[in-house]
């Protein structure tokens, strides 16, 4: 019985410690499986978490990329408002030229109006003049040239035109006739200069005296010139109808005119002298100082004027001085200044030629060659004549290519002694010119 009950137990006690065994194998398991499946929805709620932020992450990056666009649009914007501007800037300055072009067109137009008056009154007065001058016109003399037609295309192939051999009217106002032949024209004219007999001894009056001195003291010193200029002005009315006067206080005009400073004098001496040498003129005609000093004066107050003024005042010269040179034809200094003006004409511009011949017709012309020959000329009637005549001679040959005769020149012209304001400048010319040349060389 006790054995039995011994057995039971001992089964009983295999059955608890199985179904113990049991339980925990089913703890044990079931505490493994909660934690997969915990492992498992972190894993899905992580996934959801990075799908969930997908979105947030984009709405970041849109609004860089809208301030990117608005900050490139602003930029473009104002580029745009740069451009605007320059475009009105230079609209504005269109306007401004158009409104001067305006203004130099009516100018224009008012000048040519006046020119058609003038030249109605001029034709008029030329008619009057010539018909006194027919009148009064001496019988036994026809004029005769001392040169050649050729000579003429050498010397006067620079006219503004063909003029006739009766006589012209001048710009001033007075007729200029037609003097007697040249060896005959200064004694037939009565035209010989009173200063000829300083060089002779004896007594001499007081209006050669007079003469003697302005012509010592023209050629002296700056104070030496204005004592000049002076001493004429003293005397100005007692001689104010002389031709022999009036010239040489053109000419000492001319002096003030170089030393002067100020714009507003030499103005007023430019007018003056012109005025004087006019007066002369209207005196007698055949005064060929007279004529050459109003054409310098001419020249002078050309380098300051508009081209219109400038055109006009070139033709007055050239008129003028073929004149002096009809007159005194062994004279160089006219020679160098007739080269000097076909130096500078055949120098004008495009737009100086257009100028010319749409106020005059025919614009004035002329080459290198032809102011060349007539600086040679000056040399040939002179020796040595000035340097500045020297200097211009190479710029001739310097223009046409032969720089071997210019460096010739250049060395003749600096072996000359300055004696006006214009060696002067023109051995600053021949110093640069040297330079050019020897470098070419």
């Not at 016109?137 to 000579?151: C, D, L, N, P, V």
């Amino acid at each position: 019985m006790s054995g039995d009950l011994g057995g039971s137990r001992v089964t009983l006690g295999l059955g608890l410690g199985a179904a113990a065994s049991l339980g925990l194998l089913y703890l044990a398991y079931s505490k493994e499986w909660g934690k997969k499946t915990c492992q498992s929805k972190q894993e899905v709620f992580t996934s959801s978490q990075v799908k969930i932020r997908k979105p947030v992450v984009q709405s970041k990056q849109e609004p860089k990329e809208n301030k990117t666009q608005v900050s490139h649009d602003c930029s473009s914007l104002e580029e745009l408002k740069k451009q605007q501007m320059e475009i009105w800037e230079q609209l504005d300055v269109i306007l401004q030229c158009v409104r001067e072009l305006k203004g130099e067109v009516i100018e224009l137009r008012e000048c040519l109006n006046g020119m058609s008056d003038q030249i109605v009154g001029d034709v008029r007065s030329s008619m009057q003049q010539c018909q006194k001058a027919a009148r009064k016109k001496k019988m036994g003399f026809q004029r005769e040239r001392s040169h050649s037609a050729e000579s003429n295309a050498i010397y006067f192939g620079a006219s503004t035109g063909n003029k006739s051999s009766a006589e012209t009217e001048s710009e001033g106002g007075y007729t200029t006739a037609n003097a007697e032949s040249d060896n005959d024209r200064e004694e037939a004219a009565g035209q010989i200069d009173p200063v000829s007999k300083c060089q002779t001894p004896g007594n001499l009056d007081e209006f050669t005296q007079l003469l003697c001195t302005a012509d010592k003291l023209h050629g002296g010193t700056d104070e030496d010139q204005k004592k000049g200029f002076k001493l004429l002005l003293e005397n100005k009315p007692k001689y104010r109808s002389k031709p022999d006067f009036c010239w040489r206080l053109a000419r000492a005009y001319c002096d003030m005119l170089e030393l002067s400073k100020d714009e507003m004098e030499k103005k007023s001496y430019l007018v003056s002298g012109k005025e004087e040498a006019e007066t002369g003129l209207k005196e007698d005609d055949t005064n060929a100082e007279c004529h050459k000093w109003y054409a310098v004066l001419c020249g002078r107050q050309a380098d300051n004027e508009t081209i219109q003024n400038r055109i006009k005042a070139g033709f007055t010269f050239k008129e003028h001085l073929d004149k002096a040179i009809d007159l005194k034809p062994n004279d160089p200094s006219l020679y160098y200044l007739l080269g000097r003006w076909c130096y500078e004409v055949a120098q004008l511009s495009w737009i100086e030629k257009k100028a010319a011949s749409t106020f005059y017709g025919t614009p004035p012309s002329s080459t290198i060659s032809e102011a060349l020959k007539n600086f040679l000329k000056a040399e040939e009637l002179k020796k040595g004549y000035s340097k500045a005549n020297s200097v211009y001679i190479a710029k001739c040959y310097r223009d046409l290519g032969n720089y071997t005769t210019a460096q010739h020149w250049l060395k003749l012209a600096s072996e000359l002694p300055i004696s006006s304001k214009e060696d002067a400048e023109a051995q600053n010319e021949l110093e640069e010119m040297q330079n050019v040349l020897n470098q070419s060389s």
